[in-house]
């Protein structure tokens, strides 16, 4: 695609139950991100896959948190046993081969009730 | 640790008025230096960018941003903003000590241009 994609694009959820989400960055892009926009809060780290090189997870808040990058392309975020602070926006982006532009996706809106 | 400090949270002005958005970064090696716009229900998109060289630099929409090493700021100037610049305005910064990977924001500035 032309574009990072990012799905679901809405997700509502009840406390406790695990949820995935899914970034599909764009073509032949090497480095992928994953971040967390809240209210109030900016836009939080979380994890940052570069080729085949163990990913940096420093932003990574719990152990409920991980992701995954198959293949060096899509990358799945996966939080287990949600909390009702887990809701946000989780961001998705890729980064070009010259290092010098990241592009984002649209989100993926999650709500924990 | 690094972070990154936008100072105002939320900006009111009318059209016309001059724009300067404060960023200021903790990190005192080699930076490169970013801007990012989010309009109302769209996503993350890049204003303008430094990495070296002339200190000022220009974005699309007008925007330009001075790089001012000694104060370890990059602030966001526009001379006379519009409507439609109402966004949310986010600093970035990458450190020449995580080879330029890691990209850290700030907590993002919400701009509401009145009409």
């Known amino acids: 695609g032309a574009g990072v994609s990012q799905s679901p694009s809405n997700k509502v959820t009840e406390k406790g139950k695990d949820v995935e989400l899914r970034c599909d960055p764009i073509s032949g892009h090497t480095a992928l991100y994953w971040y967390r926009q809240s209210l109030g809060q900016g836009l939080e780290f979380l994890i940052y896959f570069q080729g085949n090189s163990a990913p940096d997870k420093s932003g990574l808040p719990s152990d409920r948190f991980s992701a995954e990058r198959t293949g060096g392309s899509v990358s799945t975020l996966t939080i287990q046993r949600t909390q009702q602070e887990d809701s946000a926006v989780y961001l998705c982006?890729?980064?070009?081969?010259?290092?010098?532009?990241?592009?984002f996706g649209e989100g993926s809106w999650l709500t924990v009730v | 640790a690094q972070s990154v400090s936008q100072h105002n949270h939320h900006v009111i002005l009318s059209e016309a008025a001059s724009l300067e958005l404060g960023c200021n970064y903790s990190?005192?090696?080699?930076?490169?230096l970013f801007w990012y716009v989010q309009y109302p229900g769209q996503h993350l998109q890049l204003l303008l960018k430094?990495?070296?060289?002339?200190?000022l630099v220009k974005g699309i929409k007008g925007f330009e941003a001075e790089f001012i090493k000694s104060k370890f700021s990059f602030n966001l100037r526009k001379p006379s903003v519009q409507w439609s610049d109402t966004a949310e305005y986010f600093c970035a910064v990458r450190r020449y000590d995580t080879g330029f990977q890691k990209l850290v924001f700030g907590t993002g500035t919400r701009l509401l241009v009145s009409p």
């Open positions: 430094y990495f070296s060289g002339d200190p």
């Open positions: 982006a890729s980064r070009d081969s010259s290092g010098n532009t990241i592009y």
């Open positions: 990190y005192g090696g080699t930076v490169n």
